[in-house]
Nanobody
Framework: QVQLVEHGGGLAEAGGSLRLSCAASGYIPTFNTLGWYRQAPGNQREMVAFVDHNGTPTYSDSVKGRFSISRSDAENTVYLQMDSLESEDTAVYYC???????????WGPGTQVTVSS
């Protein structure tokens, strides 16, 4: 079983920055993809960014050029640097880990990000 805990959410002004982190613990699959998803009120959960076990990132069009995802396998942590924040970025952000061996997905409890315009 994998446990994920997010940190770094909070309130930011439009145009500002926040940095999220997510620490994984437990039995962590050797080959995995780490990602960030978000869910705004009334909306479905959507992918924000993910990074594969080689460190290759993928971003949604809505955050490309503004957000940056990275991982530290030594620390079992994934980061999301969010710059040029917009009010539309307001959501609960969830960390995820997907095992490449069996496609099982684990989720963190989420952290609130609120951007004031």
């Amino acid at each position: 079983q994998v446990q994920l805990v997010e940190h770094g959410g909070g309130l930011a002004e439009a145009g500002g920055s926040l940095r999220l982190s997510c620490a994984a613990s437990g039995y962590i699959p050797t080959f995995n993809t780490l990602g960030w998803y978000r869910q705004a009120p009334g909306n479905q959960r959507e992918m924000v960014a993910f990074v594969d076990h080689n460190g290759t990132p993928t971003y949604s069009d809505s955050v490309k050029g503004r957000f940056s995802i990275s991982r530290s396998d030594a620390e079992n942590t994934v980061y999301l640097q969010m710059d040029s924040l917009e009010s539309e970025d307001t959501a609960v952000y969830y960390c995820s880990l997907r095992s490449l061996s069996n496609d099982e997905i684990f989720w963190g409890p989420g952290t609130q990000v609120t951007v004031s315009s």
